[in-house]
DNA sequence: AGGGTAAGGTTCTTTTTTGGAACCCGTCAA
DNA sequence: TTGACGGGTTCCAAAAAAGAACCTTACCCT
């Protein structure tokens, strides 16, 4: 099976690394995050091939998640820049860089202060659950298929469904 | 630039990205949080190629992510299981999936429903401040350098501390 | 005890994807 | 008007992945 199939399973995370293709596309969304715009911010800032940066950028423009300006400065240069649809994104380049910063860093002491601005003290960004604020860990969620998800395995057999999805069907609750 | 070098990289996103190489391992740990535990559970699950399976679950073992045991029942298995550091990469693994439920979907209407155990309302996780508990998104924050990062870039230039880090020296805030 | 099969890999060969460098073309600035 | 810069594209060699075959233990059944 190759990579590219990933966006045609039925499952958020599959598609979502369809789109973002490999670990540039991350670090071009991290920096774009940081400010860099332009093709060359890119080039010289992470150091990747131009040939990969013009694809991975083209993809991204593609899947609506930078936008491609004509530089308002310079005639020659275009201007990448997040869409609502790339912000939305941000969760996942904290949460990488919330693992990295506790596991990969050994002894190299704290990184960085993070401050929320509407509350002034460091803060560590996490996972919380949208109505009780609470921590939400993997042990403190249930997951349950929705209808839209069971019509479309609907008549496959359960190995099908499997593999249709790329993990085993989700036990159906009440909801 | 190769894209092992992100290991050496003094920012955590890079570095996290180096150990989860490429899409599978994301894939992987999602059906370990999901139950899979046997080399064939992955293989028949999300249909890569055994060569590729093996180097990642040797990977993520190597790194402690996963755990890897020999199984009680059968002597010939052996289980892969999360241990701390990789159940520490949930919020990875659903920031993901929050998007792509968000935004890859397309008319699909809801995937599933998420329940806080806590909580018991139907709900999203999301990124919150820990200490004060507000949503957090890309505006919402500053970010400084620590004083060890600081350090870290003593006496490079502009240029050499940008390439060392893979970005833009962040500014110096107080702290 | 012996044959078939399953678990978990490794080893091949062929196809795809990269990395790296060179080239190109329309600006821009001196 | 000459040289450099921005943003690509093209080419080739090198690296990595897909797919299939093979291998080694260890079950399971008779």
Redesign the interface.
Known sequence: ?K?AD?AEK??????????L????S??IL??A????RRFSDFE??????RHLLSARLGALVEHGILRKTASAQDQRAFDYT?TE?G???????????????????EG????????????G??????????????P???H??????????RE?LAGLTEEAA??EL???V?AV?S?
């Open positions: 099976m990579k990933h039925f499952c958020p995370i599959a598609r979502t690394l369809a789109v293709e490999d670990s540039w991350f670090l991290r920096n995050f940081l400010g860099a010289r800032q992470l150091g990747l091939t997040l649809k912000l939305a994104l941000y969760p996942v380049i904290v949460s990488l860089s919330e693992w990295g910063r506790a596991h990969t860093l190299d002491g704290p990184f960085d202060y993070i401050h929320a601005t509407g509350c003290a460091p803060m560590r960004p996490q996972l919380c659950c949208s109505e009780c604020g609470e939400i860990g993997p403190d969620v249930s997951v349950s298929a929705s209808f839209t998800l479309r499997e593999r790329g993990y085993p989700p609750e909801v």
